[in-house]
């Protein structure tokens, strides 16, 4: 028997399956989409996006995956062990077909050099959130909420436009390339480093960045111009950040904004400056600790730039990477300084339980996707600002493998529009079923104390009971996917979170999944911070009748 290897992976489209369900037909689809050379960033090695996230533990567990999903029957679950298939187990129609357990660790031995031992063995993976989990559904998956906090940066301190503003940001991978859409999308310019000059290429290509200058003056003088002419724009400029930024301070340029998505949560993921492009992954395999020790120097040089820009009066931020507890690590003393984006501006939002709602046209149809962009603006249409962002979607984004959508929806919306697209399917206004789900960064299905839920009003950041009893919800309501995961977003040892995905194929039992799933999962995000003492989840609660009974 040879052994397995990469080949390229591309989702099946159109009506005809070969699973025997819809709902295992979409797990292996969207499972598969994750893998297409179009979404993931290194699908040869598995890794979807962000950092080494993966999405299945080798190319042997992705041929068996692939196997039990096309024989899995509407009674039975698959179990999967950090991308592995390790048990098929007799279940019901309302269980879930696929429980996923991604890169957890018992707490004392939950760190990077132990996670990477056992991963050398081949007992782990990484999931990231939602890599291991089969819903990325490429950049987009994370533009709108990059749009939204770039919007409320602009409404905090820019009078609600980033026009005439110029924002330095770093790291132009999976989810990083979001950045410059999301700022030119407010109207803003941006200025992106990234180390690797094909990211960056990749960025172009996908209409999410406007140019790569030649070198830093080219760039300088770009952005400055169009920032004077108020006309938004992107432009990459090659380098590494720990270089680049104290550079960029040191000439004076006037930053408005500041913030970074390199790989900071996996010191291995973050070039230290003076290693070559080439000797990156070599180098980290060969010396991770001494490689581990120069990134985090550099990360509190990259950090310290940053604080010189807060300093100088910029708007400053964490977005999500782990940046400041890495750049402490380095011996920043200052590093958190500047806040986290959640507590700085995403928890309002937290708290009426709105949150990435996400979804995915199996059959492979734009026209599937436009159909329900409608179906949204004629459900929600009291909601201008979702009506912005559908329409510019509409005409901005370009579709990563299944067509998908990205909006933000809150406690007693996701569910209409669940139930809507399920509606949709049955009359054949759909042409296939839809995959609905979301980021496992969600208002009330993670514990991470440096994102998340940094700053709880209670001090309940590292509660990580909240994950688990979401996953148990989602499950007990019929989800078609399940996952709890450690790790994801902020690094090994920092988070705990869990996700979901429930299929759409038009049959009444679907629509009663739909409508539980997409009520209670928005609803643990309402509890959670009613329970920590927000006022503003409290009146969600009230005003939607969730039911909490000690408040
Ligand atoms: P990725 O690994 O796909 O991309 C990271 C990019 O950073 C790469 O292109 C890499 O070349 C670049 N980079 C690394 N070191 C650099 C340096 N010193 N200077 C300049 N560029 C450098 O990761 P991603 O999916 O884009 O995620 C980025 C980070 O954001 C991760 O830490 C991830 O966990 C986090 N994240 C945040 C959110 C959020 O909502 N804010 C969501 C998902 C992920």
């Not at 690590?329 to 501006?345: H, K, N, S, W």
């Not at 208002?443 to 996953?471: F, H, K, Q």
Request: charged share 25%.
């Amino acid at each position: 028997m040879t052994t397995p290897g990469p080949r390229p992976v591309r989702a099946a489209r159109g009506t005809a399956r070969t699973a025997k369900s819809w709902q295992t037909e979409a797990a292996l689809r969207m499972f598969h989409n994750n893998l297409d050379p179009d979404v993931a960033e290194r699908p040869d090695d598995l890794v979807v996006y962000g950092g080494t996230g993966r999405a299945a533990r080798d190319w042997g567990s992705f041929e068996a995956i692939t196997r039990e999903l096309t024989t899995l029957s509407e009674d039975e679950t698959l179990l999967v062990q950090s991308g592995k298939p390790v048990g098929v187990m007799r279940t019901h129609e309302w269980a879930p077909r696929v429980l996923i357990a991604n890169s957890n660790l018992v707490g004392d031995w939950a760190t990077w050099p132990e996670f990477r031992r056992l991963e050398s063995l081949g007992l782990t993976m990484y999931g990231q959130m939602t890599a291991g989990s089969w819903i990325y559904i490429g950049t987009q998956g994370i533009l709108q909420g990059t749009y939204e906090t770039f919007a409320a940066v602009a409404a905090k301190r820019f009078g609600g436009s980033l026009k005439g503003t110029l924002t330095l940001t770093a790291g132009l991978g999976g989810m990083g390339g979001a950045q410059p859409l999301a700022i030119t999308m407010n109207e803003g310019v941006a200025l992106c480093v990234e180390v690797d000059p094909a990211r960056a290429h990749r960025r172009v290509a996908t209409r999410y960045l406007d140019e790569v200058a030649d070198d830093l003056d080219d760039a300088v003088r770009r952005v400055e111009q169009a920032k004077q002419a108020g006309r938004a724009l992107s432009v990459a400029v090659i380098g590494n950040a720990a270089e680049v930024l104290p550079e960029l301070l040191r000439r004076g340029v006037e930053i408005d904004v500041v913030t970074d998505q390199t790989s900071a949560h996996d010191p291995l993921a973050y070039l230290p400056k003076g290693v070559g492009l080439d000797d990156w992954h070599d180098y980290a395999a060969r010396k991770p600790d001494e490689f581990t020790d120069r990134a985090r120097d550099s990360m509190a040089e990259h950090v310290d730039a940053m604080i010189g820009f807060l300093d100088a009066g910029a708007e400053v931020f964490d977005y999500g990477n782990s940046i400041r507890g890495e750049a402490k690590l380095g011996g920043c003393e200052r590093a958190f300084d500047f806040p986290g984006f959640v507590p700085a501006y995403i928890r309002p939002m937290f708290c009426e339980g709105r949150g990435p709602f996400r979804w995915a046209a199996l059959s492979g149809d734009p026209a599937d996707i436009a159909a329900t962009d409608r179906a949204i603006l004629d459900l929600f249409p009291d909601n201008d600002s979702l009506a912005r962002w559908i329409r510019l979607a509409g005409e901005r984004v370009a579709f990563q493998g299944l067509p998908a959508r990205i909006c933000w929806l809150g406690y007693g919306e996701r569910h209409l529009a669940g139930l809507r697209f399920n509606e949709m399917v049955a009359s054949g206004e759909l042409s296939a079923p839809v995959v609905i789900g979301r980021d496992h960064l969600d208002c009330g299905s993670v514990a991470s104390p440096y994102r998340e839920t940094e700053a709880m009003a209670d001090g309940s950041d590292a509660i990580a009971d909240w994950p688990l009893l979401n996953a148990m919800v989602n499950t007990a309501s019929g989800a078609s996917w399940v996952s709890i995961h450690h790790g994801g977003g902020v690094g090994i040892g920092r988070s705990i979170h869990a996700g979901q995905v429930t299929v759409a194929d038009g049959t009444p039992l679907a629509g009663q999944k739909i409508e539980r799933v997409l009520t209670n999962d928005p609803g643990m995000g309402v509890i959670r911070h009613v329970d920590a003492g927000y006022p503003e989840a409290v009146e969600v609660a009230d005003a939607r009748d969730v039911r909490v009974p000690m408040r």
